[in-house]
């Protein structure tokens, strides 16, 4: 898996490559992934290198991100993002490698001290990507009956029929 830090767009941005999948992210841009490519073809949807109005998000920034129940978009796009490359290692002894997209929560009355962190992983050469999300609750409080969402703005291209996605329920 190879990683690498580059500047685009005047931002810096984060890159993980398995041979199958690439995929990117920008702190300064916004807490998501914002590029995944496969097979030549970029999947996501997103503004970069500036979010933008869409549809009735104002702001909006696409990709993958996650968002706690009671935050919206423009909130997290005001609290401290970072973006680091990681490692994680399965039940099995795999090492999965990619991003960690982390928020801390420090402007929000309701969730101030709510630390996120979104972990976007592949193994070497396997078209997969891992998603998975750390929450560290030092909020005071108990959080309580919150959803946690992850949005996925795709960009299926202009043959509809050869798109597919799949998707587990919250249940």
Same mark, same amino acid.
């Given at each position: 898996?190879?990683?690498e830090?580059?500047?685009?767009?005047?931002?810096?941005?984060?890159?993980?490559?398995?041979?199958?999948?690439?995929?990117?992210?920008?702190?300064?841009?916004?807490?998501?992934? #914002?590029s995944?490519?496969?097979k030549?073809?970029?999947?996501?949807?997103?503004?970069?290198?500036?979010?933008?109005?869409?549809?009735?998000?104002?702001?909006w #920034?696409?990709?993958?991100?996650?968002l706690?129940?009671?935050?919206?978009?423009?909130?997290i /796009?005001?609290?401290?993002?970072?973006?680091?490359f990681?490692?994680?290692?399965?039940?099995?002894?795999?090492?999965?490698?990619g991003? =960690?997209?982390?928020? =801390? @929560?420090?402007?929000?009355?309701? #969730?101030?001290?709510?630390?996120?962190?979104? @972990?976007?992983?592949?193994?070497?050469?396997?078209?997969?990507?891992?998603?998975?999300?750390?929450?560290?609750? *030092?909020?005071?409080?108990?959080?309580?009956?919150? *959803? #946690? @969402?992850?949005?996925?703005? /795709? *960009?299926?291209?202009?043959?509809?029929?050869?798109?597919?996605?799949?998707f587990?329920?919250? =249940?």
């Amino acid at each position: 898996v190879q990683v690498e830090k580059t500047i685009k767009d005047d931002l810096e941005v984060l890159t993980v490559d398995n041979g199958e999948i690439r995929f990117s992210a920008s702190a300064q841009f916004a807490p998501s992934i #914002f590029s995944v490519q496969y097979k030549g073809h970029e999947w996501m949807d997103s503004p970069f290198p500036k979010p933008a109005p869409k549809s009735w998000w104002n702001p909006w #920034f696409g990709g993958i991100a996650g968002l706690v129940e009671g935050t919206s978009l423009n909130s997290i /796009l005001k609290e401290k993002s970072s973006i680091d490359f990681a490692e994680k290692k399965d039940s099995k002894g795999n090492v999965w490698k990619g991003i =960690r997209v982390s928020t =801390r @929560y420090e402007k929000h009355e309701i #969730f101030k001290g709510l630390e996120i962190h979104k @972990y976007f992983l592949v193994l070497p050469g396997v078209p997969v990507l891992c998603h998975t999300t750390e929450i560290v609750q *030092n909020m005071g409080s108990y959080l309580h009956n919150k *959803n #946690f @969402y992850t949005g996925c703005f /795709l *960009n299926p291209g202009t043959e509809l029929k050869k798109s597919w996605g799949s998707f587990q329920s919250e =249940r």
